[in-house]
Structures are given as C-alpha cells and as structure tokens.
C-alpha cells in the first residue's frame, strides 16, 4: 500500500518539475484519461438515488466516494485512476456517455444529490445562485470524510487535483496532505525534502 503513495508523490513531484510558469494561462485542467467502459466496469450507478458503489475488489458492493467542501458547499468526490473527481460529473458521464461541456448545477441546491434528474448543465453564477445554505465541513482543507467514519486527503496544483488516499484518523490524513504540499513551491527557490519519519508513518496507515 505504502508504494501506491509513494506513486502518487512520485507523479506530483514530476508534474512539479515540468511545470512552466510562464505557460501557466496556457495551461488547461488535467484531461480524464477515463474510458466509460473502464469506468462502469468498476463502478455502478444508480441514476434513481445518485449513489455510486463498486463493482468488484476488496470494496465490492461498498457505496463509492468521499464527502468534502468546495468553495464552502458540500460535494461528493470518488477516487479513480488517481483522479479525485466529483460524484455528480461522474454520473453525467455515465449517462450521456460524454464528459460535461460546462459546470453542472443541483437543481434543489444539494450538492450531494447526485440523482441524474437533479442534475443540469448550468455556469458558475447559476450555481452560486442556486446555492442553499452552505454546510460546514471540516476544518482542515482538502480533507473529507467517508461514511465509514475514515478520512481522505488530497493536495491540489497547475488545476489538478492528486488523490492520496483513505485513511483511518483525521490525524494521518492531514500528515498525508502536508507531506504532499511540501513538495508543491510557494516560490521561485521553495525547494523541501520529504519529512522521512512521517512518511513511514503515513505509509503504514495507507489504505
């Protein structure tokens, strides 16, 4: 488990070594190298309560996804191939077969209302507009939590989100997330090492 963590460091640090500021404007969000068939092989959704379970593995049957705040509204997000991507553009995608060209709306305002009828193409004004009173998450940022009672962390940079995983304590799951973001430069020179001991930590946690 504790290699699938190291990859994912791995794939930041080398992000971060090939990243050009001056090309940053030029720069688009990450594409999802995801087939839909991969994807309904291993995920299944129900259109008619908007939950999303796997399909086989250890987690087989275990209803898919992470709860976490994104700009102070409640979303769902599912790990996939390293991709932490949000329940309800998953769904669309299941559904029509195609990404969406544009920002989804909840139509009733919940963002963890996945049901494909609640579910429409819209822009950022309208889904501000159509946002009901915001829900608390945690206060870490970047850490969500699971119906399992476990917790996930994720960094982000240059637009992409990296998925670090599951973990079984708030604590490792913020451990996690700052190892990761000593690895992203707030500067020209900002340059740091992995803090060895606490990645051992985290790596033996990792689920």
Do not use: C
Request: charged residues 30%; without cysteine; positive net charge.
């Amino acid at each position: 488990m504790n290699t699938k963590f190291r990859q994912i460091l791995k794939r930041l640090r080398a992000d971060i070594a090939a990243y050009k500021p001056e090309e940053a404007t030029l720069i688009k969000s990450k594409p999802r190298n995801i087939a839909h068939s991969d994807l309904i092989s291993k995920l299944k959704y129900d259109p008619e309560n908007g939950k999303f379970h796997w399909r086989d593995g250890q987690r087989a049957g275990m209803e898919a996804g992470h709860y976490g705040n994104t700009r102070g509204k409640t979303y769902v997000r599912i790990g996939f191939k390293g991709q932490a991507i949000l329940a309800h553009v998953l769904a669309w995608f299941v559904v029509h077969g195609v990404w969406p060209t544009s920002e989804l709306d909840h139509k009733d305002g919940d963002g963890t209302n996945n049901r494909i009828e609640n579910l429409r193409l819209g822009n950022r004004d309208v889904n501000n507009s159509n946002t009901r009173k915001r829900v608390d998450s945690l206060a870490e940022p970047n850490i969500g939590y699971v119906a399992s009672g476990k917790f996930t962390a994720l960094v982000k940079f240059n637009k992409r989100t990296y998925w670090l995983g599951t973990f079984p304590t708030l604590e490792l799951a913020v451990k996690a997330r700052n190892i990761a973001e000593k690895l992203i430069p707030r500067s020209e020179n900002h340059r740091q090492e992995l803090d060895a001991p606490l990645l051992k930590t985290v790596e033996r946690s990792y689920d």
